[in-house]
């Protein structure tokens, strides 16, 4: 498997959860790619692809994805699995948090994706967020908020890593039974 880890980062607190992800996966497995050096070009040479976005503000994309955005939305998605993190601060921007995410995540499964690797939202004090699913149950990826709970950081991205792991593999093996059919 190959994994292409993208992100983009004005704090250095998705950079520093980028490379907490790389460190799980291991560097034989994932590329780290920053979106604005990489841009969205090599996306399909992944089996793989996980987007780490923060939200800014009252719930806006940072910079570099917002000047990239259009380059995202005019990328062929169809059939490529996709994973989402993003980071936002829950006190602070409480009718906001993780607003990016949930925007990114539209865009994708408009796209075509198969979008992987939901989490669920206990745990988190909130107003709002585009990110959470239909049901309200589960953001549609990992959630993190260095601003208020730095402390769960490494401990979630180890579970959500896991998890996607255990996600791809029953997938692949639906996939194969059904090839064999």
């Known amino acids: 498997m190959k994994i292409g880890i993208y992100f983009d980062s004005t704090s ?13 996966f291991g560097d034989d497995l ?21 987007f780490g976005i923060p939200t800014w503000d009252y ?3 940072q910079s570099d994805w917002e000047e990239l955005w259009s380059e995202l939305e005019e990328t062929n998605l169809s059939g490529t699995t996709v994973a989402l993190f993003g980071l936002g601060d829950q006190y602070g921007y409480p ?3 993780l607003d990016a995410m949930g925007i990114l995540h539209d865009l994708c ?5 198969n979008i992987v690797g939901r989490w669920p ?14 049901d309200g149950s589960h953001f549609v990826g990992l959630a993190l908020d260095e601003d208020c709970q730095p402390e769960k950081t490494e401990q979630r991205i180890t579970q959500w890593c896991t998890a996607l792991l255990e996600e791809l593999t029953q997938k ?4 194969a039974e059904v090839a064999a059919v």
């Open 109 to 113: 499964a408009e796209k075509g994706a």
């Open 12 to 24: 250095g607190n998705t950079e520093v959860a980028a490379r907490q992800v790389q460190e799980f």
């Open 59 to 61: 719930g806006h994309l």
């Open 30 to 50: 994932a590329e780290l790619n920053t979106i604005s050096e990489a841009g969205f070009s090599d996306l399909e040479t992944f089996d793989l692809v996980i």
């Open 121 to 134: 939202n206990q745990g988190y004090e909130f107003e709002a967020s585009k990110a959470l699913t239909e």
């Open 95 to 97: 009718e906001w948090y």
């Open 172 to 175: 692949r093996d639906i996939a």
